[in-house]
């Protein structure tokens, strides 16, 4: 996203230990501690993001896209949000090994998800990356102009969707 230049940035602003077990081209291991994945959000916003919210969803987006794979995405787009929001938790369970996705309503138009027991909850950087990647999932099923919102009630992080 931010060519050469950028990665070099980010790779940089790893902590050593990170850097050794994800930068360049050492082949990644199946599943990355949750605090790599913080850390390189937090080394994205602080370089090449400039920490500008619209360059770091663009990355959270991408990182979904990339990640997702095209028979993934495929899958979803038949869906619709109420269909996808059913089969949260055991998505979850696919890409994280610590905390619970779960769907706490679904109406209409809207969805609402809680996730819990994640040190995503209490860092104000990562609550955004995830809500971010919640809309733009849900933005692949037939919902349109998909909108998110969220909120911390004690440790969990309530994100509410909304479409037209």
Do not use: C
């Not at 609402?112 to 919640?134: G, T």
């Amino acid at each position: 996203m931010w060519s050469k230049a950028g990665s070099d940035e980010v790779a940089r602003a790893l902590p050593q230990e990170v850097r050794e077990r994800t930068a360049g081209f050492v082949p990644l291991p199946e599943w990355l501690p949750q605090g790599d994945l913080i850390a390189w959000h937090i080394a994205v916003w602080e370089g090449p993001a400039r920490q500008n919210w619209e360059s770091m969803a663009q990355f959270a987006r991408l990182t979904i896209d990339q990640g997702f794979g095209r028979v993934r995405q495929l899958m979803i787009s038949a869906l619709t949000p109420a269909m996808l929001a059913q089969r949260v938790g055991p998505l979850w369970q696919e890409e994280y090994t610590t905390g619970t996705l779960e769907t706490l309503r679904i109406d209409a138009r809207t969805v609402q998800l809680k996730l819990s027991d994640h040190a995503y909850v209490d860092i104000p950087l990562m609550r955004n990356v995830i809500s971010e990647a919640y809309r733009h999932i849900l933005s692949m099923t037939r919902a349109r102009n998909v909108r998110v919102s969220h909120e911390v009630r004690g440790r969990a992080l309530l994100v509410s969707l909304r479409w037209d």
